[in-house]
């Protein structure tokens, strides 16, 4: 079974200040972990991704994420905040088990960014 | 290249009628995967298909069917409609089913039940 919390439903930051969305997450294998990033009206489009390579993922617009096994988590940050990354975030969780590729969410983050 | 693409946009029908929805995946993606996404909440897993075979299904009753064709289009089936079937519906494809694959969105067909 695989599972996804993500902390926070609501985190507004003020622009050029640092982001950090959080998520934690449960699997019985090693897993893989995503992020996503949700605009209004669009579909889910991947910031990065954690495929038991190097635990500091680069991803795209400047985003970043740690995977840490000791503490389950896989937060997202990014150093300076800008107006455009104002969406909806996602975390995800899948198993690498040839042959089902599912994904499973967190129930989202939604970004506010202040001017 | 084109994206992943949907359709309809936008969709309303009655409780009891039947759905169809339908999703052209990235020109080369022989997966295609459908998810539900309520509103407000994370995107949920419906099917996966690879070369037309289900290779998974979330926790959805029967009412939910899909099918895959020979160029890995896909249609996703929903029958005796609720009013709780009312979701956006995001399609997804990716080059092969292994998870480490990235899953390519389409914009979605929002579905609305009265």
């Known amino acids: 079974a695989q599972s996804v919390t993500q902390l926070g439903s609501h985190v507004s930051v003020s622009e050029g200040a640092l982001v950090l969305l959080r998520c934690n997450y449960s699997?019985?294998?090693?897993?893989?972990l995503f992020w996503y990033v949700q605009y209004p009206n669009q579909g889910l489009q991947l910031l990065l991704k954690?495929?038991?390579?190097?635990?500091l993922v680069k991803g795209i617009n400047g985003f970043e994420a740690e995977f840490k096994k000791s503490e389950t988590s896989f937060h997202l940050t990014k150093p300076s905040a800008h107006m455009s990354d104002a969406a909806e975030y996602f975390c995800a969780v899948s198993q690498p088990n040839f042959g089902n590729e599912k994904l499973t969410f967190g129930t989202g983050t939604r970004l506010t960014i202040i001017p | 290249d084109a994206g992943v693409t949907q359709s309809p946009t936008h969709l309303i029908k009655t409780r009891g009628q039947h759905v169809t929805l339908r999703c052209s995946p990235i020109s080369g993606h022989k997966s295609v995967s459908w998810y539900q996404q309520v509103l407000g909440q994370g995107p949920q897993f419906i099917f996966q298909y690879y070369e037309k075979e289900e290779r998974g299904r979330g926790n959805f009753p029967d009412r939910f069917s899909a099918r895959q064709f020979p160029n890995y289009s896909s249609e996703l089936n929903v029958n005796a409609l609720l009013l709780g079937d009312s979701a956006l519906y995001l399609c997804?494809?990716?080059?092969?089913?292994?998870?480490?694959?990235?899953?390519?969105f389409g914009p979605g067909t929002r579905l609305t039940v009265t």
């Open positions: 954690y495929t038991s390579a190097a635990t």
């Open positions: 699997s019985s294998v090693p897993p893989y």
């Open positions: 997804a494809s990716s080059l092969e089913d292994r998870a480490s694959y990235e899953q390519y």
